[in-house]
T-cell receptor, first 113, second 113 residues
């Protein structure tokens, strides 16, 4: 079945440093790759996404890259701040009637002030 | 403001009880999901539904069933609760188009004693 692997499971960085989280998906038909952020005690919320016809997308301090050949995609956070501390989930989807999101196992990011 | 609402935030049930977790969305989304969230395991898909009365098994359906009698409501049923079903349960809904955001409920922390 479809599978999304995510690494690392935990990541600790100093405030101002960059953070990178990597995911690999198994379903070649996946064409939509969102990233969700879940703060402690809250529900996951979409922070950025990318479609398969795009290699990179940026939104202020966050960016996502996609390598369809290798079936890899990554989240990049620059100039990290304490409020970036959260669990981050990657996901992959085909879209359409059976549009289901398969999530990775999550990365706990801790930004040390 | 879009909303996905789960009926309970915290729930304590006894082993063997039948448990109902309810989820309601007000966005007219076709697809709804139930995920289970456990530390280190991410968001694992239990069941999803792409239309009224339509359902498909996810990755971990054993011990669970679902019901979708109306478009806005998706129920997760634990036929006979067991201690290994103690977990955080998250409901989500999404439009069937590509590149659409999933919206999550606030989660139900279920403890089976």
């Amino acid at each position: 079945g479809e599978n999304v692997e995510q690494h690392p499971s935990t990541l600790s960085v100093q405030e101002g440093d960059s953070a990178v989280i990597k995911c690999t998906y198994s379903d070649s038909a996946s064409n939509y790759f969102p990233w969700y952020k879940q703060e402690l005690g809250k529900r996951p919320q979409l922070i950025i996404d990318i479609r398969s016809n795009v290699g990179e997308k940026k939104d202020q301090r966050i960016a996502v890259t996609l390598n369809k050949t290798a079936k890899h995609f990554s989240l990049h956070i620059t100039e990290t701040q304490p409020e970036d501390s959260a669990v981050y989930f990657c996901a992959a989807s085909r879209g359409g009637a059976t549009n289901k999101l398969i999530f990775g196992t999550g990365t706990l990011l801790a930004v040390q002030p | 403001d879009v909303k996905v609402t789960q009926s309970s935030r915290y729930l304590v049930k006894r082993t063997g009880e039948k448990v109902f977790l309810e989820c309601v969305q007000d966005m007219d989304h076709e697809n709804m999901f139930w995920y289970r969230q456990d530390p280190g395991l991410g968001l694992r898909l239990i069941y999803f539904s792409y239309d009224v009365k339509m359902k498909e098994k996810g990755d971990i359906p054993e011990g669970y069933s679902v019901s979708r009698e109306k478009k806005e409501r998706f129920s997760l049923i634990l036929e006979s609760a067991s201690t290994n079903q103690t977990s955080m349960y998250l409901c989500a809904s999404i439009d069937q188009g590509l590149a659409t955001e999933a919206f999550f409920g606030q989660g139900t922390r279920l403890t089976v004693v």
